[in-house]
T-cell receptor, first 115, second 114 residues
Framework: DTAVSQTPKYLVTQMGNDKSIKCEQN?????MYWYKQDSKKFLKIMFS???????INETVPNRFSPKSPDKAHLNLHINSLELGDSAVYFC??????????????FGPGTRLTVL | AQSVTQPDIHITVSEGASLELRCNYS??????LFWYVQSPGQGLQLLLK??????LVQGIKGFEAEFKRSQSSFNLRKPSVHWSDAAEYFC????????????FGAGTTVTVRA
C-alpha cells in the first residue's frame, strides 16, 4: 500500500492555465506538507496543514492555494501557471505538527512542466 | 533561522569503498537533524535522524551519522557502498523555535562506479 500518493505523476501544461495536484496519505497522520524542488534539486517548503488547518505558509505567490478537505488529503491548486512554476512538487505527511521532530513521509512527486 | 550546508555537490565512489557525506548546520540551540535519500524519480526516504542522546546514530541501509556540536556537523557515513546507494542525499534541520519547519541542504549526488 502506498503511504503518500500524488496524482498526477507528470503534468505538462501551457502558461496561463490552472491546474491541480492531489495528495493523499493513508498513514493516519495529522499534518501534511507541500514542497517545491527546483531544477537544481533545492527543496523548499511551501505549505503545511495540521488537521485541515493551515500552519505554515511560506512566501509563495497567492496563485498557489492549498486545500485540505480532510486530514488525509492536501491538494495544491495553481492558477495562471508561469514558466517558473516548472518543478517537482512533493507532498509529505508527519504524525503531528512538530514536523521537525517527527519523520516526514514523502510522496513520489509530481513533475510539472509549464510550456 | 536555521540553515544547512552540504559542501559536496557530487561524490563518486567505487563499489565497496567507504562513503562520507558532509553536512554543516547553522542554529543556536540543539537542532533536530535528518538525512534523507532520494533515488532517481522517487520521493525522499528518511535514512536516520538525531534529536538528542547518543551522538552516533544508526540508520537504515547500513548508514550512520555522527552529531558533532563543536563542529556544527552531522556527517553521514557508510563503510561499504553498494551500487544501489547511487542517489541524491539531503541533510535537513528542524527547530522548535521555527515551528519545526525543515530546512534542506542543496543535496549531494552520489555516483557509484563498478
Amino acid at each position: 500500500d502506498t503511504a503518500v500518493s500524488q496524482t498526477p505523476k507528470y503534468l505538462v501544461t501551457q502558461m496561463g492555465n490552472d491546474k491541480s495536484i492531489k495528495c493523499e496519505q493513508n498513514l493516519g497522520h495529522d499534518t501534511m506538507y507541500w514542497y517545491k524542488q527546483d531544477s537544481k534539486k533545492f527543496l523548499k517548503i511551501m505549505f503545511s496543514y495540521n488537521n485541515k488547518e493551515l500552519i505554515i505558509n511560506e512566501t509563495v505567490p497567492n496563485r498557489f492555494s492549498p486545500k485540505s478537505p480532510d486530514k488525509a488529503h492536501l491538494n495544491l491548486h495553481i492558477n495562471s501557471l508561469e514558466l517558473g512554476d516548472s518543478a517537482v512538487y512533493f507532498c509529505a505527511s508527519s504524525q503531528d505538527s512538530s514536523g521537525g521532530a517527527n519523520e516526514q513521509f514523502f510522496g513520489p512527486g509530481t513533475r510539472l512542466t509549464v510550456l | 533561522a536555521q540553515s544547512v550546508t552540504q559542501p559536496d555537490i557530487h561524490i563518486t565512489v567505487s563499489e565497496g569503498a567507504s562513503l562520507e557525506l558532509r553536512c554543516n548546520y547553522s542554529y543556536g540551540a540543539t537542532p533536530y537533524l535528518f538525512w534523507y535519500v532520494q533515488s532517481p524519480g522517487q520521493g525522499l526516504q528518511l535514512l536516520l535522524k538525531y534529536f538528542s542522546g547518543d551522538t552516533l546514530v544508526q540508520g537504515i541501509k547500513g548508514f550512520e551519522a555522527e552529531f558533532k556540536r563543536s563542529q556544527s556537523s552531522f556527517n553521514l557515513r557508510k563503510p561499504s557502498v553498494h551500487w544501489s546507494d547511487a542517489a541524491e542525499y539531503f541533510c535537513a534541520v528542524g527547530a522548535r523555535s521555527n515551528d519545526y519547519k525543515l530546512s534542506f541542504g542543496a543535496g549531494t549526488t552520489v555516483t557509484v562506479r563498478a
